[in-house]
């Protein structure tokens, strides 16, 4: 029985990926995740060399904290504490207002859905900026 559950995951995830190249480089992956509005999570792949091994460079592409600044600032010293400590326990590093997990290449998968969990959890910051009824 478990062996038709991992078939047919395996077969709708593979269905519902696909990957765009964006400009020569980075790429765009295409995955059935969403925010609450319904529009599509972004995320970018881009190769580099560390150490002698290759590397993939997972990000946003600079459109979470664009996303998150329609309503929500991150403009007290608890919010960036906030938001630098999500930062931190997913690995995940921001640089000029672009979020990014770098992972060897072994690791893209689980640096993918631990990179989506990152900006799940940026965006559920919104939720800080709401005022009581």
């Known amino acids: 029985m478990s062996s038709k559950y991992l078939d047919l995951l ?3 995830f593979i269905n519902h990926v696909e990957i765009c190249e964006k400009r020569p480089g980075i790429a765009q992956l295409l995955l059935p995740v969403f925010h609450d509005d319904g529009d599509m999570i972004e995320v970018f ?6 150490d002698g091994e290759m590397w993939i460079r997972i990000s946003d592409g600079a459109m979470i904290l664009m996303r998150l600044s329609y309503s ?3 403009d007290t010293a608890d919010k ?5 400590g999500i930062l931190t326990r997913s690995r995940t590093s921001e640089e000029n207002g672009r979020l990014f997990l770098e992972v ?3 690791g893209l ?4 859905f631990q990179f989506i969990q990152a900006i799940a959890q940026v965006m559920g910051m919104e939720i800080l900026g709401e005022q009581p009824a």
Request: aromatic share 12%; net charge negative; glycine share 4%.
């Open 10 to 12: 395996r077969a709708q």
């Open 45 to 50: 792949l881009e190769d580099f060399e560390k």
């Open 72 to 74: 929500f600032d991150l």
């Open 80 to 84: 960036q504490r906030i938001f630098h």
């Open 104 to 106: 060897k290449e072994s």
């Open 109 to 112: 998968l689980a640096g993918v």
